[in-house]
């Protein structure tokens, strides 16, 4: 299976929270996991990415925790802010046959920060 | 300035007509990614490309079809075989390997 399932839908943080967003994959043959942060009317861009060899990535607010076992990653937003209210996506990437990586997403999580 | 241009920004398509998205690029990147976004369902995958004149289905390829006849372009058609076109459509380019995909502002299309 060559899916990435994401959850919540949808998520309410107060200014200051921490949000939490979830992504399961069953491919092993996945090894690249980016999230992805989308405004309205706009393309995504890449906030942070993981690869298995290792359990978390930090950067600034922003964490990727990674069970390789499990086979499940989430996004944990520290002292989550008004402008980070956005469509989060999840995605991994991986080469099934062929000469060209497939970057498959999840279904995304919209957050909405409240001041 | 390097970057992925779509366009048009918005386009209309009538029943039974085909419609072509326009995706260019200047990133020097091999690989392209067309994906569609809808309500709910995130960015599924229509097609990708690793090099020029060669190209895969996603996950949704039904009623689409695309050429990669110079690197820095990838253009999708929308076919009237797609029963369902309206939506927003995302191009992507990178890297090969696991890299960082870069997208374009998106095409909505709608049929009227």
């Known amino acids: 299976q060559q899916q990435v399932k994401q959850s919540p839908q949808s998520l309410i943080v107060q200014k200051g929270g921490i949000s939490i967003i979830n992504c399961a994959y069953e491919?092993?043959?996945?090894?690249?996991f980016p999230w992805y942060q989308q405004f309205p009317g706009k393309g995504p861009a890449l906030l942070i990415a993981i690869r298995p060899d290792v359990s978390e990535k930090k950067e600034g607010r922003f964490t990727i925790s990674f069970n390789k076992s499990a086979k499940q990653f989430s996004l944990h937003i520290m002292d989550s802010q008004p402008g980070d209210s956005a469509t989060y996506f999840c995605a991994a990437s991986g080469l099934f046959g062929g000469a060209t990586n497939k970057l498959i997403f999840g279904t995304g999580t919209l957050l909405a920060v409240q001041p | 300035d390097g970057g992925i241009t779509q366009s048009p920004k918005y386009l209309f398509r009538k029943e039974g007509q085909n419609v072509t998205l326009s995706c260019e690029q200047n990133?020097?990147?091999?690989?392209m990614y067309w994906y569609r976004q809808d309500p709910g369902q995130g960015l599924r995958l229509i097609y990708y490309?690793?090099?020029?004149?060669?190209?895969q289905k996603g996950d949704i390829a039904e009623g689409y079809s695309v050429s990669r006849e110079k690197k820095e372009s990838f253009p999708l058609t929308v076919t009237s075989a797609q029963k369902n076109p309206t939506a927003f459509y995302l191009c992507?380019?990178?890297?090969?390997?696991?890299?960082?995909?870069?997208f374009g502002q998106g095409t909505r299309l709608t049929v009227v």
């Open positions: 992507a380019s990178r890297l090969p390997g696991d890299t960082e995909a870069f």
């Open positions: 490309s690793q090099i020029v004149n060669d190209f």
């Open positions: 491919n092993t043959a996945f090894d690249y």
């Open positions: 990133l020097n990147h091999d690989a």
